[in-house]
């Protein structure tokens, strides 16, 4: 650093806005295209090998039956279209889900360990819909699984909210308290239901804890899908109060941020978005911690690049999962959790630690 | 360094009757102060006498039971955060974050208050940005995580993003903690030459000497001096509020005046008479 505090030359090392915004735009297209053909290989690949050409030939059909031509071979059509396009889509969708609100709760409570489940959510939904496979649907009120786990959720998130605020006020420490202590409480109930529970629904009941998107149908794709997306591109306008909350709360005040009022806010839209995606997928472990810290080393912490680089490459991450998880062991399924653990987290701890070995070499 | 650019024009900041308690404990009792354009104003203080607080006050942190803040001619109160963030800028003492941001992302936050959530960067931005790094001499990290840097860079990064947000009002809090001495004489030479009103909490007395226009000084939640820093930090009132023998000596070769300290001779302070008092109000 020069010892002088005098004016110096303007030296701006930056790019142009415009340079910087094309090296974005290239980011984000290259991603895209990335969803996009992880979304073709999931809707092709499985015990039975649709070939590509055919997957793209009845999107295509379906998306115009007036300008292309019908698939050849319609039963490669069905199984593409009917069983693995919809899956391979919600997939896309609950995985870009679960990294935009991983990356926007490990801001809101300044940890770097918070991940979409961390209010409880997770048991929450797990609670209700243990409840559904083991009891049935008529002990809550004629629910179906996925809205017992959906009202699980949100009835999760308002209690350790109401536990948590003081005055209206929450603090990150109280939130995170209040998340881990209601979440050991609902999975000691969800636990005691399992063991009374005949066996046969205790799998059933496993494979849905674990996370899985088996048995999507298209039916099941369009409510889910538009609520999670409009959840996601609202959190997208949010990038510059959240790069103020990166500072500390005291920064963020002085760089003219209302935190409480951001923070409730912050919380009401991403548990509306983690009930709707745990409705329908279950608690898929992993994905909101590890592709939000993934993607913070590639770009960085400005959540106006991070926010929808961390979305695209969770879509495409839960979509190649999943196909591991339909794949690996066919014709046994796994459940994606345990998929997305076993791949994602040791590629996790290389990363992070191949990040330290070049920090040390910066020092020395 | 005298010379309080007061003159005619109203002052940027004016603070009147402020009272404010934490958690049902008052804190600061009916503080009043003014700085003025181009004037660098401070507060001193034993620990615990309320400066922090009292400045949280001033940059909308925390709502005072009584009185009023104006910054700008404005009340704080009514306007919104955002509002006020256009107005006054703030150096905090803060834990750094656990996440990587680049010197050049924390620099442009410092243009949040004056974007909608949906604006992008313009040029005007990022060319108000590079030269708030210029100004603090910092444009060469602009590419460096700003974790990696010293903490005398990161003072600068941090007044840099204060920069950016063309504040009418720059608040630090101790801007000089854990810098050493060096660093601490340049930020301050170099926040006095940006020329932008500065209200400063400052630990060092001898720095507040050399560096402030003006001086308040904050014992057990109220001011009990104020004026020019040769004309408050008598001995007489260093010896009440901080508890401690000062006296003044000007260096012959620079011509600038230092404090020297030593224990009082009765450790029990607080008992101590004092014949001068500062030329100030006395609590009532």
Not at chain 1, 117 to 145: D, P, Q, T
Not at chain 2, 70 to 86: I, N, Y
Not at chain 2, 264 to 270: E, F, G, H, N, V
């Amino acid at each position: 650093m020069a010892p002088d505090t005098d004016l110096q030359p303007v030296d701006d090392p930056a790019p142009p806005v415009r340079r910087r915004l094309a090296g974005q735009v290239a980011v984000l297209l290259g991603l895209g295209a990335a969803v996009v053909v992880s979304i073709a290989l999931g809707a092709s690949l499985g015990p039975v090998s649709v070939p590509l050409r055919d997957t793209v030939q009845v999107v295509l059909y379906h998306i115009s039956s007036e300008w292309f031509a019908k698939p050849a071979d319609p039963v490669f059509a069905q199984i593409a279209w009917e069983f693995r396009l919809p899956r391979a889509l919600l997939g896309a969708v609950v995985g870009a889900g679960l990294a935009a609100v991983g990356v926007v709760l490990q801001a809101v409570v300044r940890n770097p360990l918070a991940d979409p489940y961390l209010l409880g959510v997770s048991s929450g939904a797990s609670f209700g819909a243990v409840l559904v496979l083991v009891v049935g649907s008529a002990s809550v009120a004629g629910l179906g699984l996925s809205s017992a786990a959906f009202a699980g959720a949100l009835i999760a998130t308002l209690l350790v909210y109401l536990l948590a605020q003081r005055a209206g006020r929450v603090t990150p420490f109280r939130l995170i308290l209040a998340g881990v202590s209601l979440a050991y409480l609902f999975q000691a109930l969800y636990g005691l239901l399992l063991l009374r529970a005949n066996p046969h629904d205790v799998q059933g009941v496993l494979i849905w804890l674990f996370g899985s998107l088996g048995s999507t149908e298209w039916s099941d794709v369009g409510i889910p899908a538009v609520g999670v997306i409009a959840g996601i591109l609202y959190l997208l306008t949010q990038a510059r109060p959240l790069n103020s909350l990166l500072g500390g709360e005291e920064t963020a005040v002085s760089l003219g941020l209302d935190v409480a009022r951001f923070r409730i806010r912050m919380l009401v839209v991403t548990s509306l978005v983690v009930g709707v995606m745990v409705a329908v997928s279950g608690a898929v472990a992993f994905v909101g911690l590890i592709i939000p810290h993934l993607c913070r080393m590639l770009v960085g912490s400005d959540h106006r690049r991070l926010l929808p680089v961390a979305a695209l490459t969770g879509a495409a991450f839960l979509v190649l999962m999943d196909l591991a998880a339909r794949t690996v062991l066919a014709p046994t399924e796994l459940p994606l959790s345990i998929v997305t653990a076993v791949f994602g987290v040791p590629f996790f701890i290389w990363l992070l630690r191949q990040r330290e070995v070049g920090r040390e070499a910066r020092f020395g | 360094m005298t010379g309080a650019a007061q003159g005619s024009a109203p002052p940027r900041v004016v603070v009147d009757g402020v009272s404010v308690a934490l958690g049902g404990t008052p804190i600061v009792f009916e503080a009043g102060l003014t700085v003025g354009a181009g004037e660098m104003v401070g507060i001193v203080g034993p620990n615990g006498s309320g400066k922090s607080t009292l400045l949280r006050a001033v940059y909308r942190a925390l709502r005072p039971g009584a009185g009023l803040v104006r910054v700008d001619g404005s009340d704080v109160w009514e306007l919104s955060a955002r509002q006020s963030a256009q107005r006054t800028a703030v150096v905090v003492q803060e834990s750094g974050s656990d996440f990587v941001l680049k010197v050049a992302d924390v620099v442009a936050m410092g243009r949040n208050p004056h974007k909608g959530p949906l604006d992008r960067d313009t040029e005007e931005d990022r060319r108000i940005c590079a030269q708030s790094l210029a100004r603090t001499g910092v444009s060469a990290l602009a590419g460096r995580d700003y974790d990696t840097l010293s903490g005398g860079e990161k003072q600068r990064v941090l007044l840099a993003r204060a920069l950016a947000q063309q504040p009418r009002l720059l608040v630090l809090d101790e801007p000089t903690n854990h810098l050493d001495i060096r660093f601490q004489l340049e930020l301050l030479n170099l926040v006095r030459t940006l020329g932008v009103a500065t209200l400063t909490v400052m630990h060092d007395l001898t720095l507040a000497l050399g560096h402030c226009d003006r001086v308040y000084v904050l014992h057990r939640g109220r001011v009990v001096a104020d004026g020019p820093p040769a004309e408050v930090l008598t001995p007489g009132l260093v010896a009440e509020v901080f508890g401690v023998r000062s006296h003044r000596w000007v260096d012959p070769d620079t011509g600038q005046a230092h404090l020297g300290f030593s224990r009082l001779p009765d450790p029990t302070a607080d008992v101590v008479t004092t014949a001068a008092g500062g030329p100030g109000r006395e609590p009532g």
